[in-house]
């Protein structure tokens, strides 16, 4: 084929036999040209002969076939600013799926998996988005390991549910590296996909992956917010846990006199907790001071609500170790907060 003209434009039809790919791929492009390409199906019975699929696409370009079709593409200078009397050589190739879970490009045709299964998925072609769901029992904790990844892909996880049955699937999590855990404080179906962080790279080779329930490890939980904040007393000692990456756990308490209050924890070495103190004022919550390392010492009132926010210095580190946290009373009201060090 040929760009002979500034402004040209050559179509080709390729029948597709079956769920696959067409790759597309080229050589001796002249360089005066920035060859693109860009695919489309027809529409017989529409004003406009043809539908666009895809956005136009820089030379080589692979893009996934859901069925057997007729897949129609166009090649043209980007801006149609060049020509040239150069021949340009292209090869149209099918490629039949390799990846039994596809098609999942889509959160509504999530592929379902189940707990602890090992599963083999590809990250093919560079824009592929794989959902898939998977079902829990009980309140507790999915986490996504894998221990084959193909060395180009980044792989990035995002989880989704369902509010009810009559709405459409929330996130419930930012973009996550591997691992990627989250909590479940409810039974249900979850969603979650996987694809490679930029959408820039692909690779035909099988990612070796799964995902494991695992049952709630901190009995304080769920306490992610305000309102779920664990009540505590003066003088408790709770076992709590820093899991998954950026948990983050609330407590409230209520003395019932004035005094000077202590807090500390015992706790994995890989973990640098820290709390933030809140009081609640016309019911609102309102820091008292800056982030402290643990133990802390610091003044109460009597009947006065308070709150404690605890989690792992820059959310980088998480254990499912349990964290032994304590609450005491160390007498007197003339002792000023205080940060430190130890454990």
Partial sequence: MKIDTVGDIDWFALPVPGQGYLNISTKDIPENLQLVVRFAEKQEWE??????????????????????????????????????????????????????????????????????????SAFYPASDIDWFKTTVDSAGYLMLQARSVPENIQVEVRFAKKPDDFSDAEYISGGLGLPAAIQVSEPGDYYFYMKDRYNSNMSKDMAEWKIDF?????????????????????????????????????????????????????????????????????????????????PVNFKVKANQKYYILMHNRYDNAYSREPVTFSVSDIGGTSIEPEASDED
């Fill in 214 to 294: 695992i049952e709630e490890i901190d009995s304080t939980e769920p306490n992610n917010n305000f309102d779920q904040a664990y009540r505590l007393s003066v003088n408790d000692t709770v076992r709590t846990a820093i899991f998954p990456l950026g948990d983050r756990d609330y407590f409230t308490l209520t003395p019932e006199s004035d005094a000077t209050l202590r807090i500390a924890a015992k706790h994995p070495k890989d973990l640098q907790l820290e709390i933030q103190l809140y009081e609640e004022v016309d019911f609102e919550q309102k820091p008292i001071d800056k982030w402290q390392s643990l």
């Fill in 47 to 120: 004003p406009t002969k043809h539908k666009w699929i895809t956005g136009e696409f820089g030379l080589p370009a692979t893009i996934p076939v859901d069925k057997p079709d007729t897949i129609y593409f166009v090649f043209k200078d980007k801006y149609h600013a060049n020509a040239s009397d150069e021949e340009i050589i292209f090869k149209a190739e099918f490629i039949e799926e390799f990846d039994e879970y596809e098609s999942n490009n889509t959160m509504e045709n999530a592929k379902t998996v189940a707990t602890g299964d090992v599963i083999k």
